[in-house]
């Protein structure tokens, strides 16, 4: 006799959930290679792949791969303060640099001390554009050093 989901241990819901939710996007990653080599659209370049959710979601997953993500990360996160109003941006900025920037960030990108001094001392009135040396050579590092990695893997296989 079943006595309903009660009777399961908490844990192994958890556990199901977590297998369910990587099951989706397992899915989700194997449809966007196949409509991209059936139509044969697979982006030859960054900015191309990243104008698409779905090629956000498949270079994700090869960064995550590769302990990488938070290059990707940060290029959203600059993506999304560029867009927001000015009233968000100083807590924006600093939760950027807070994140990525910093020395201690628990998601820190590798940026060269130059551009490190320089956003620090910009974080005091960030503007609209604060990260955007930094978030182009974010890119630059993706496009030159992860993005062909991420075309000869099986991501796109």
């Known amino acids: 006799m079943c006595k309903g989901l009660s009777a399961i241990q908490s844990s192994c819901l958890e556990k199901a959930k977590g297998m369910k939710v990587k099951l989706t996007h397992l899915a989700e990653k194997q449809e966007w290679v196949h409509k991209h080599r059936t139509e044969e659209k697979l982006p030859h370049d960054l900015e191309t792949l990243l104008n698409s959710k779905m090629g956000i979601q498949a270079f994700r997953w090869f960064l995550r791969s590769e302990f990488s993500e938070e290059n990707l990360e940060f290029w959203l996160a600059c993506e ?34 130059e551009t490190r001094e320089m956003l620090t001392d910009l974080m005091e009135t960030p503007t609209a554009e604060t990260f955007d040396e930094a978030q182009h050579r974010i890119f630059t590092l993706m496009a030159k050093d992860s993005f062909p990695r991420f075309l000869r893997s099986t991501y796109t296989h």
């Open 80 to 113: 999304d303060y560029k867009n927001s109003s000015g009233s968000k941006l100083a807590s924006k900025a600093q939760n950027i640099y807070n994140r990525f920037i910093n020395p201690d960030a628990p998601r820190e990108v590798n940026l060269d001390s």
